[in-house]
Structure formats: C-alpha cells, structure tokens
C-alpha cells in the first residue's frame, strides 16, 4: 500500500520564480496538508484542502496557493519566491477529523537562489 | 502557537527505555495527545495517541497522567534507529483539523 508520494524530490528555484510541488495521498484518504519546515524548526501548517476547497489555513501570504483534485490528489503553488521560502515542504494526507492519523510524505526540499 | 512543552533534548543508551515527558498543563477535555517522530531528512511518523487511558502499540507506550496534564511516551528498548526528534501535540478529533508542532525532543540513542 502506497503511502504519501511527494514530487519533486529536490528543486531548486531563482528568486522571483513560480514553483508548483504535488502530493499523491495514502490510499483511503480524503484530506491532504500542506506543512512548511524551515531548517531547525517544526512543520508549520500551511492550509488544508477537503472535497477539492481550502478547508483551514495557517498564516502565509497569498503568494501560497493550492489545489486539490477528484483523486483528491493535490499541488502547492508558491509565487515570486523569496529567499526566506526555502524549506522543506511536507505533504499530510488523513480523513478530515485525523482521528486515525496523519501520513505524511517525505518532502520536497526547495531551495530558493 | 504549540499547547504543549517538551525538553530539547535528551540522551538514551542503547537497549535501555527511553522515556519522554511532555507538559500540556491547558489540555482541554477532548482533546487527544498525538506523539509523531521525526527522523533526519524524513517526514514524520505517526508513533501513537491517547485520550487518557495509557496506551501500546508495538512501536510505544503512552502513559497520561491521571489530571491529563502532562504525558510520557515511553520506547521499551531502544535502538540506534530511534535517534529522531519527537513531538508532542494536542488535538481535537473533531472537524477539520490541523497539527501544530512545537520544536520537539532530540532524541539522541547511544551505542
């Protein structure tokens, strides 16, 4: 059974540039997050996407969007990256409530140039 | 902001319990207690949660204090693969739900 995938794997980007990660969830899940980790720190909610809608979202500017699909499948697009944007981004996939828990994948590191 | 407190980080040997405390003084009455661990590099792994009776499964224990204040996850035997950095996190199952993470415990397992 297939887990979380997370493409890319590695990406690097220019200052100013558009940049679009996705995320394939776990099988049998609806819900997919998205979560920022800056190096040395803990994951930072980005927004949660639920029946193809933003559900939740965290404190980042409107330069991160998202997207789920009917596969529930679903991408974060970041525009006019900045510097401070390299991280690791984490993809989460549950059922809404998480009550069974949240896979998470294993990133897509961006760096930003 | 993260409702839970954690030590930074701390030292087990090999083959020994590892027993890892978390404050979580504000817990509100149906909000559950989550640990995930992170290993370098990797997404984090969900380990186990609880609501307040101790719980087990084959990776921990969770034991929850009686006031539900404060917690241990408890690894029985540990091994140099459990060196991660560990978090614990309050959470309601109820509706669309985030996972707040603090800084976590460096869990460092020596040989």
């Known amino acids: 059974d297939a887990g979380v995938t997370q493409s890319p794997t590695h990406l690097i980007k220019t200052r100013g540039q558009q940049v679009t990660l996705r995320c394939s969830p776990k099988?049998?899940?609806?819900?997919v997050s998205w979560y920022q980790q800056a190096l040395g720190q803990g994951p930072q909610f980005i927004f949660q996407?639920?029946?193809?809608?933003?559900?939740q979202r965290g404190n980042f500017p409107d330069r991160f969007s998202g997207h789920q699909f009917p596969n529930y499948s679903s991408e974060l697009n970041v525009n006019a990256l900045l510097l401070g944007d390299s991280a690791l981004y984490l993809c989460?996939?549950?059922?809404?409530?998480?009550?069974?828990?949240?896979?998470f994948g294993s990133g897509t590191r961006l760096t930003v140039v | 902001d993260a409702k839970t407190t954690q030590p930074t980080s701390m030292d087990c040997a090999e083959g020994r319990a590892a027993n890892l405390p978390c404050n979580h003084s504000?817990?509100?009455?149906?909000?559950?207690v989550y640990w995930y661990r992170q290993i370098h590099s990797q997404g984090p792994q969900y380990i186990i949660h609880?609501?307040?009776n101790n719980e087990t499964n084959e990776m921990a224990s969770l034991i929850i204090t009686e006031d539900r204040k404060s917690s241990t996850l408890i690894l029985p035997h540990a091994t140099l693969r459990d060196t991660a950095v560990y978090y614990c996190?309050?959470?309601?199952?109820?509706?669309?739900?985030?996972?707040?993470f603090g800084q976590g415990t460096r869990l460092t397992i020596n040989p």
């Open positions: 996407y639920y029946e193809e809608e933003e559900r």
């Open positions: 996190i309050v959470l309601i199952i109820q509706g669309a739900q985030k996972l707040v």
């Open positions: 609880g609501l307040k």
């Open positions: 989460a996939s549950s059922l809404l409530t998480g009550s069974y828990g949240y896979t």
């Open positions: 504000t817990i509100s009455g149906n909000e559950y």
């Open positions: 099988s049998g899940h609806d819900t």
